[in-house]
């Protein structure tokens, strides 16, 4: 059965590449991809994923916000969210795991960091 990947982020170009990244690893599919967090409980509920890419910089609801959001509502805490932003500071690393978050990498992302990543929350 192949791991179910949901992404939030605002920037088509990398929702594109990212989406074609998991969809051309074996054993993962995509199952939504938004470039907002307006709806983000439905959107999740809906999409149904084993783990959430989550960027940080966006408009309205930031990832920090929507991945505490996430991790503290009872039908979504069990999905391990994975932060992917170009925040790369300490700060913003250690932030993004006090709301939730299961890993945080930085952007440009390396296909194989990136499935390790998903594997490794997966695997917890």
Known sequence: MAVRVTIFDDNKRLLDSLSVLIDGSPGFQMAGIFENCNNLISDI?????????????MPETNGFQATRKITK?????HIPVIIVSTKSQTTDRMWGMRQG?????????????LIAAVNKVLSK
């Open 45 to 57: 509920e809906r999409t149904q994923p084993d783990v959430i890419l989550m960027d940080i910089v």
């Open 73 to 77: 509502d009872p039908d979504t805490a």
């Open 101 to 113: 978050a299961s890993e945080y990498l930085t952007k440009p992302v390396v296909e194989a960091e």
